[in-house]
């Protein structure tokens, strides 16, 4: 893995935002050990800032397209995301590749979201649909900020 993409807290849980090629949003999850891309890495504080606020969100409808990985995990915060309208991913450890566990019913826009949480989002720019990426590879697919 190239240190661009390194994970900035080695065994630790991180969250982080991206947004794909129609403004929709999602939350990754790292599991502790997930890839992130530099620009998110360069910003530790600001996107710790914007999940908290995120956790904030009310929801706007509900968890959709639901993946258990085991019957016995906890995944109401995936759900949770989803209901507020983000797709939400969580790293495969060990080797990847994140992979999305609940889809929103009604995604929300980035353009929606209170302006420290948009700047966050924007860190991360990938060129696909969330809608249709059933998995994501950092290395394969290169974000760019916006």
């Given amino acids: ?4 993409r390194a994970h ?5 849980e991180f969250d982080w935002l991206a947004v794909d090629r129609h403004g929709h949003v999602a939350v990754l999850t790292t599991a502790g050990y997930g890839a992130v891309p530099e620009s998110v890495n360069e910003h530790l504080a600001e996107v710790d ?6 956790g904030e969100l009310s929801a706007i409808g ?5 993946v258990r990985r085991s019957a016995d995990g906890d995944y109401s915060n995936w759900y949770s995301y989803s209901a507020k309208g983000f797709y939400a991913y969580d790293w495969h450890v060990w080797h990847g ?3 999305r566990l609940s889809s929103p019913t009604v995604p929300i826009s980035v353009d929606r979201l209170p302006s420290q949480v948009k700047t966050v989002a924007r860190l991360a720019v990938f060129p696909v ?7 994501i590879t950092i290395e394969s697919i ?4 916006c």
């Fill in 8 to 12: 900035p807290r080695w065994g630790i």
């Fill in 129 to 135: 649909n969330f809608a249709d990426e059933a998995q």
């Fill in 142 to 145: 290169d974000p760019s900020p």
């Fill in 97 to 99: 590749p994140y992979q």
């Fill in 62 to 66: 509900s968890a959709g397209n639901i």
């Fill in 49 to 54: 800032a914007a999940l908290e606020r995120v």
């Fill in 1 to 4: 893995m190239e240190m661009s």
